[in-house]
């Protein structure tokens, strides 16, 4: 299986700041990569896939970058909405695996 | 607009079967590969297992493997997990999911449902 550590697993930021969460892979996949947003209570969102597509209806602050080991999530002015915990995905190869998560909160 | 309704989550004891279900509505369900995927109180996701638009093809995480069965009835509109031998480390939401384009499996999980939650527990 793919191992991969996503960090920082808490992330304490404003309103207004520009954030950046990492993912690293055990091994290259390419851009097989997608984020998502969980919101406490719901169903996790897609943000982005193959790495640096933008899901539609995504706000354009979401934004992805990386391939092979090393991968980005970026969010470029935080908005009150987006305090919540965000997990990365591998689909290169099966088990398709998450990252641990990494909980945006407000400082 | 996509809709996924799971179904079927209740309290069972160890060792006991389940069969959840989704239902599935607002695209043409026969053209996508479908997914479970769950999440334990207070923990992280896991994929669980997927079948293609046909149901020709089915995988599953090394957890579930030899257990879990996943299935569809396309004229239904529906996705099934049967689960026996059920643990308690099964215990968690369920979530069905969509995947991303029609007639090809990508892997990543465009639409989800809200989830059905399964507690296996004596």
């Known amino acids: 299986a793919i191992w991969m550590t996503q960090s920082p697993s808490l992330l304490s930021a404003s309103t207004g700041d520009r954030v950046t969460i990492s993912c690293r892979m055990s091994q290259g996949i390419s851009s097989y990569l997608a984020w998502y947003q969980q919101k406490p209570g719901k169903a996790p969102e897609l943000l982005i896939y193959?790495?640096?597509t933008l899901q539609s209806g995504v706000p354009s602050r979401f934004s992805g970058s990386g391939s092979g080991t090393d991968f980005t999530l970026t969010i470029s002015c935080l908005q009150s909405e987006d305090f919540a915990t965000y997990y990365c995905?591998?689909?290169?190869?099966?088990?398709?695996?998450f990252g641990q998560g990494t909980k945006l909160e407000i400082k | 607009e996509v809709q996924l309704v799971e179904s079927g989550g209740v309290v069972v004891q160890p060792g006991g079967s389940l069969r959840l279900s989704c239902a599935a509505s607002g695209f043409t369900f026969d053209d996508y590969t479908m997914h479970w995927v769950r999440q334990a109180p207070g923990k992280g996701l896991e994929w669980v297992s997927l079948i293609s638009w046909d149901g020709g093809s089915t995988y599953y995480a090394d957890s579930v493997k030899g257990r879990f069965t996943i299935s569809r009835d396309n004229s239904k509109n529906s996705l099934y997990l049967q689960m026996n031998s059920l643990r308690t480390e099964d215990t968690a939401l369920y979530y069905c999911a969509k995947d991303g384009p029609p007639g090809v499996t990508q892997g990543y999980f465009q639409h989800w449902g809200q989830g059905t939650l399964v507690t296996v527990s004596s």
């Open positions: 995905q591998q689909y290169y190869s099966f088990p398709y695996t």
């Open positions: 193959a790495a640096s």
